[in-house]
């Protein structure tokens, strides 16, 4: 999340509270990508990421996490930043489409982009 989207009230929460809660019902271990740590004011209570230099724009922070998931041998990564109305049932929905041969996102930023899962590597 860009400039102080983070901490924009998402109703009693912030942005970045939102996008945890939701992560932490998709996946067992989750972070926060960030260009700064001053974005936050202080922390989001997860790991945070910091952008790739190399990358302009929200593509830095998608290859901060690609890197994040790759140490950690996850196969996947999920991407929720500043979209507070994702459904909870998103993860089991993105598999089932991944099931019969669609991949819903592979997104390549440079030529020497970082490998993802769905890129076989």
């Not at 990421?49 to 190399?54: A, E, M, R, S, T």
């Not at 996850?74 to 930043?81: I, P």
Request: proline fraction near 8%; charged fraction near 15%.
């Amino acid at each position: 999340m860009g400039g102080g989207k983070p901490l924009r009230a998402w109703g009693e929460v912030s942005l970045v509270a939102r996008a945890l809660t939701l992560a932490r019902g998709y996946a067992d271990e989750v972070a926060v990508a960030v260009r700064n740590a001053e974005q936050l004011g202080g922390g989001a209570g997860a790991p945070l990421l910091f952008d790739h230099p190399d990358i302009p724009g929200p593509l830095a922070g998608l290859a901060s996490a690609l890197t994040f998931a790759r140490a950690r041998g996850a196969a996947h990564v999920q991407v929720l930043a500043d979209m507070p109305h994702l459904p909870v049932d998103l993860t089991s929905r993105l598999a089932a489409a991944m099931e019969f041969g669609a991949w819903p996102l592979c997104p390549s930023a440079m030529d020497d982009c970082i490998p993802s899962a769905a890129s076989g590597a």
